[in-house]
């Protein structure tokens, strides 16, 4: 649970893998399916969906390689869930995730709060979708340990438990490193909102290490009452809150540092990092896409993009940002292509998007 698939659990899967559909007829005749498997894992996942049904079925496969899809968390007024569903890029539709055992029942919505939602604070790592934080029906904080998806093995898992389960905290990962700072529990705490603890998805297999680890504390507890993307950075968590305060995490040294003045000075809104490498924002008043420059430290505009302003979320990978518009439209922007490109994916019907991520295509079992 929580990391990519080693060699061991790859044969798990390939063991409980239904091969009837595969040896229909081979995937490349005259050729052994499984030196097949690795000329088609070189072709690009569209073109083997549109050419037959064998190679369909294949590109689904736990053991073959899998393309990114866009993952979000909607909430459904009419039934006050949580919903996590999958947009598959080969078919444009959404699909439904296996639900989690317990339903997410969570306040996001609530009188006291006319102009905002009670977040739902998630997080991206190893290929994987953790929740972290929420709001219970009683204003208390609704997970007492982290709730982690893998798509590839379409099941969720818990994580170790928290010491102090909480809520308006910053959250984040560096590599295969969950960190979750500050925050608030069922009262507020000055060690709480001080607090830095970590918990590695790499070291998961060692019970000793199934645990979160107490790291260096913030020098104040300015970064709590507010629900803060860490985002992962060239080994540093990026922290900034809604009074634009910024500060910097080295998680190789466990130290903070002063962030640069022109980086907190051009987070005006979403930020999310490419591959941990680079940095993008999306200035929410403006509607403008920048990227960060460290040498200059400035932010160099990419695009202006009507939807893109009042933006809330983004998420980075693959050469490709999504993010959630003031209207709660699904943007996708292309940051490789020149220029840039952006296009729309409609949302489901009755369904209010909180937050968005990029993670491996679902696996099908029984495609």
Known sequence: MGKSLNPSKRQKLIAHYDHRHLHEQPLIPGLPDHVAELCLSRVHPSLLYSV???????????????????????????????????????????????????PLRLLVHHPSFLCRNLPVQSISVSGNLVLLAATAPNF??????????????????????????????????????????????????TDVARSLEKWDLGEEDEMDDFRWKKMRQLKDGRFSRDAIDAVGWRRKLCMVNVAKQGTL????????????????????GPVAAMDEEVLYAVDEDKGLLTRYNQDSDNWEVIMEVESLRGACQMAAAGGRLCVIGGDGEILVI???????????????????????????RLSRLDF
């Open 334 to 360: 292309d940051v490789e292509a020149a220029p840039p490109k952006f296009w729309a994916v409609q949302r489901p019907a009755e369904l209010e998007p909180l937050a968005v991520h990029i993670l491996p």
């Open 52 to 102: 037959c049904r064998s190679w369909r079925r294949l590109i689904y496969c736990p053991f073959f390689p899998p393309f990114r899809s866009l993952y979000a968390l909607f909430f459904s007024s009419s039934d006050n869930e949580i919903q996590l569903l999958s947009f598959d890029p080969m078919s444009s539709r959404w699909e439904t995730v296996p639900p989690p055992p317990n």
């Open 140 to 189: 208390n904080p609704a997970l007492s340990r982290p709730l982690i998806f893998s798509p590839l093995s379409r099941s969720w898992g818990l994580g170790p438990p928290m010491a102090t389960p909480r809520r308006w905290c910053a959250a984040g990962a560096s590599g295969p490193t969950v960190y979750v700072a500050s925050g608030i529990g069922s009262n507020f705490s």
């Open 249 to 268: 995490y080295d998680v190789a040294n466990d130290i903070w540092e002063q962030m640069p003045v022109g980086m907190v000075g051009g987070w005006r």
